[in-house]
């Protein structure tokens, strides 16, 4: 795939991540009164947010992926996505908990199309550079810095993202911390694949 081909893919992935991201809100506050806070403490908002901004930087300045700390951005967001989908499929979309998707075309855009596609680019045109094991750990920062957050708004917010970060939803608190112990898990299981398959035959690392 040439260049210029590869970076317009990326901007119109982007481009189609954030007008679903704007038709979700628009919709969800004019039928629903979802508010500005509680749209975007949704994981889900937050990691197709997050891909919006790499694609868009990447797309205008391919080079930025020899830097290592673009590189562990788009990782992040990457194995953010991937979350996305995967606790999606297997536990939100099983029990019809939408997280606020109004229409089929925006639900497949973040919770699928864009997961798979972001995925499907670091696995196709991994970053020039070799990541070190603390970057494994970078990673797991945000998603359990959301955890604490949700936990501590929910109460106060009496409105949590998800069904299962609800203690009345999760059969109590021990609920809640065993499928939070479970989503980390996963987290940490993408994030040692994405870590691999990008060192994987590298030489030293590059400094950025």
Do not use: K
Request: glycine fraction near 6%; hydrophobic fraction near 55%.
């Amino acid at each position: 795939m040439g260049t210029t081909t590869h970076r317009a893919l990326r901007l119109a992935l982007a481009s189609l991540l954030a007008v679903a991201l704007a038709a979700q809100y628009i919709i969800g506050s004019t039928d629903s009164g979802l508010s500005f806070i509680n749209f975007f403490s949704y994981f889900t908002v937050l990691s197709n947010t997050g891909a919006v901004v790499m694609l868009t930087m990447l797309a205008a300045s391919p080079q930025r992926d020899g830097s290592l700390a673009f590189a562990t951005f788009r990782g992040a967001v990457s194995v953010y996505m991937a979350v996305t989908a995967l606790v999606y499929i297997t536990i939100l979309y099983p029990q019809l908990a939408d997280v606020a998707v109004p229409e089929p075309w925006i639900d497949l855009s973040i919770h699928v199309a864009g997961p798979v596609l972001i995925v499907a680019d670091w696995l196709y045109d991994r970053p020039p550079v070799r990541f070190p094991t603390r970057t494994l750990w970078i990673w797991l920062v945000f998603p359990a810095v959301y955890l604490v957050y949700s936990l501590i708004r929910g109460p106060y917010a009496v409105w949590y993202p998800y069904p299962f970060l609800d203690p009345d939803e999760s059969g109590g608190y021990g609920g809640v911390v065993l499928w939070s112990l479970i989503v980390l898990v996963v987290t940490l299981a993408f994030a040692v694949l994405f870590y691999w398959w990008c060192n994987r035959r590298r030489a030293e690392p590059v400094s950025g």
